[in-house]
DNA sequence: CAAGTATTTGCAAACGCGTCGCAACTAGCG
DNA sequence: CGCTAGTTGCGACGCGTTTGCAAATACTTG
């Protein structure tokens, strides 16, 4: 069962009708390597069928993140960008030169970041962790 | 000597005016204990002088943030807040309920953010930490 | 499998937040 | 005090995103 049809059912099961749209958006995020913008998804999802308008690419991603199937991130700069939410957990570094986006995870800082909230009487919902970076020259 | 007065010497030396204006904004963002976003500022500035436009506020918050005076941040939803520099460095706990701001500090995350970084080959040049938050209900 | 209905769509206009060009003003210099 | 470059207010503009509306369509039900 590819990741298309396991969000398609995840949407049926909340009550979303599956569009051509919605089809072509759900492939574009499936298939993305990137962290793409909204209107970089039009783009994309413009190739594989042209009936898709970028109104309903921003109606589309609230819905989808609504149902939890894609992660909306709002980096330094410019508008929001998209992933598709059926990956493990991660946070982000940035590259400030390149703009590039890199994944990482730190099961350390997990736990300090439960640990601080509940030392201040919060339930960890969730939290944005960006570590915005040059690259190191090497001398 | 006051907040106001260290941020304006700060400000000269970079060789910046010191106009009505911005000494309204600076009394504001000096007395501020919250996370105003620009048109707050600008309500709380014109209280104090009715000389300050929107577009000051805006231009002056930009110079300020150039000049190391101030932090901008970008929370999730809404504009961006912004909070005097001269405090030691922090992030924020979001309360999702209230929309309350809170400050917290962990060494630990700090180190382990540059580690991060660094094994990525990368130098951290800031980062963004927040942790949106739930009030723990006591069974 | 056709009809009915509530959802979804495209379009274009409107939005919120922030920026900018311009002429008038003013801080800080000499 | 007068000069001049930096700063201001105003309204227009820009960009990413949202929305009202009429036409199109996914899913239900007979």
New interface residues.
Partial sequence: MSRVEDMEAALRRAGVRITRQRSAILTVLSTAEDHPDANELHGRARALDAAVSLATVYRTLAVLEEAGVVHRH?F?GGGARFEAADVPHHDH?I??DSGEV?E?R?E??EE??AA???E?????????????????RQP
Same sequence: chains 1, 2.
């Fill in positions: 709002a330094e570094i590259d400030l890199m990482f730190s350390k800082i300090l970041q601080i909230a509940a201040h009487g919060f339930e960890l919902v969730h939290h944005r962790l960006e570590l915005y970076c040059r690259k190191k």
